[in-house]
């Protein structure tokens, strides 16, 4: 899938001239985002995988029930899902890895459509640097203008935008941190006083 994805980016680049260096920018924190959060969330499936069957393996050797091994790993997964967490585990985790890149690539892909608006304009990908005036007479301009100005410095808009999105991010993802575990301890002192 990762090779699929990075050759359609790479052609839509090739096809794609004129694009301001932001966007360049933008568009490589978006595949370099989407690739990071992959390959984090493949690597937490196949751990938790390996510690299901680890833990139904152990289940297996303390029990003297009947139980198919697909019952086993089913119970297993349950009791590592509902195993309690600190505010460590959930924000240094590749599941927060993965949330965290997914959404920073999410950003990026919604900022594109909210510009572009591809549902109401899609006529084709074409991105050659053109103008319409006002008879309606497409003009196309040079890849490289000599005389193009960017308000600021647009090493300052790509920082500016990118490092304002990590920070929001990361932040909402604290935040949900606390709030999950804060949570989880009440459920467990709840069910702890009503076990007593």
């Known amino acids: 899938m990762l090779i699929m994805y990075w050759l359609m980016a790479s052609s839509l680049l090739i096809f794609t001239s004129g ?16 690739t990071i959060a992959f390959v984090a969330i493949r690597v937490a499936q196949t751990r938790f995988a390996a510690a299901c069957l680890e833990h139904a393996d152990q289940m297996n050797a303390q029990s003297t029930t009947k139980q198919t091994i697909v019952e086993k790993v089913a119970e297993a997964k349950r009791d590592l899902l509902q195993r309690p967490k600190t505010i460590k585990e959930r924000l240094f985790s590749l599941k927060s890895l993965h949330g965290f890149f997914m959404t920073l690539a999410w950003y990026q892909m919604s900022g594109r459509a909210f510009v572009t608006d591809p549902f109401a304009s899609w006529h084709g990908c074409s991105s050659y640097p053109a103008f319409k005036d006002q008879t ?13 100005a960017f308000q600021g410095t647009e090493v300052a808009f790509a920082g500016g935008v990118t490092i304002g999105a990590i920070v929001m991010i990361g932040g909402v993802g604290v935040i949900w941190a606390v709030v999950a575990t804060r949570r989880q301890e009440r459920k467990l002192r709840e069910q702890s006083e009503l076990l007593n």
């Not at 309606?136 to 193009?148: I, T």
């Open 19 to 34: 694009l301001p260096r932001p966007i360049i920018f933008f568009f490589v924190v978006m595949l370099v985002s989407m």
């Open 136 to 148: 309606g007479a497409v003009h196309l301009m040079p890849e490289v203008d000599p005389n193009y």
